[in-house]
């Protein structure tokens, strides 16, 4: 497909084709929209969580990681994000690193047992 396809509409309706790309497990796809909504609105945690499940789930581990790494910076109790960089890290066998980010997810999820 063209790139202008993923590219095409505004920011909802391509919020919701990656949605859909998503939902369809079509993880490229979904990346390939999320990527360019990514660049125009950096600072929403949305789009960019999604296309970090995106990189994830189409092992694309080192893009994962770096979506990941952002998105704990510009909110530090996102705990999904956190979990989300723990896992990628485990994927990545940097058992070590991945500790932290999955003790702090937990503990801001409220899960004190692993903490």
Request: proline share 3%; hydrophobic share 40%; glycine share 6%.
């Amino acid at each position: 497909m063209d790139m202008e396809y993923y590219a095409h509409g505004t920011a909802a309706e391509r919020w919701e084709r990656a949605r859909l790309f998503f939902d369809a497990k079509d993880y490229a796809g979904a990346a390939r929209v999320l990527d360019g909504l990514v660049e125009e609105v950096p600072e929403q945690v949305g789009p960019r969580l999604l296309l970090a499940r995106s990189y994830y789930h189409s092992a694309q581990l080192r893009r994962a990681e770096a979506e990941l790494r952002t998105l704990v910076e510009l909110d530090p109790v996102e705990h999904y994000a956190r979990l989300m960089l723990g896992r990628t890290l485990q994927r990545q066998g940097r058992e070590d690193e991945a500790e932290s980010h999955l003790r702090i997810a937990s503990a801001l999820a409220g899960d004190f047992e692993r903490v």
